[in-house]
């Protein structure tokens, strides 16, 4: 980080008249551009300011540095598919249709929001180590929630329980975790075909051993 980017002192400038709930949308907006186009460690505040059209004093309004909108980056898509995991856990119908309706979920939300996730797993070393605690523990409780299913159907018999639950977890979404490195979206398989294909490779996983195998 350039020094006197993250400085208190640039807050002087008053916020942009017209319509200030657009400022945090449109400096993400800008911020998720230029840290894909360039890196987060080769973007400045003052470039990304300068693109949002805003002062620096307004952007020190809603975010207290650029880590501040890295991390928030990963927050809003994090927070979007906690919110539908938590709908899903809820809903009735068997575990495995839960299970299957949250892994398709999320790989499908995840490629809807692929540069986001990208420029945050790609940069998420640079963070302030405070900073990283803090979005690690808003993605535990994620995976978290997730494996509370897996465990659910395990408990019941629905589910093989001879790999643990959290094992099970952490090799499903590395999987999520890596499409940006090969989806494109020019490619065969639409966003819904590719969660489908994701949630019935877990299921199959997850298939208790038969008794004569």
Known sequence: MAPGEDTRDERTASEPSGDSE????????VATRLFAEKGFDRTSVQEIVDAAEVTKGAMYHYFDSKD???AEVYARVLRMQMTRLEEIAAA?????????????????TTIANLDDATIFFRSLHQLTAAKQREVRTKRRRYHELFRSLILEGQEQGVFADHVPADLVVDFYFGSVHHLSTWYRTDGELTPTEVGDH????????????????
Do not use: Q
Request: net charge positive; proline share 5%; charged share 25%.
């Open 198 to 213: 994701y949630a019935r490779l877990l299921l199959d996983a997850l298939r208790p051993r038969s008794s004569t195998a």
């Open 22 to 29: 657009s400022v945090p949308r449109r400096l993400l907006a």
């Open 68 to 70: 501040d909108l890295l």
């Open 92 to 108: 009735g119908g068997t575990v495995t249709e839960r299970v299957r309706r949250a892994a398709s979920d999320v790989v499908v």
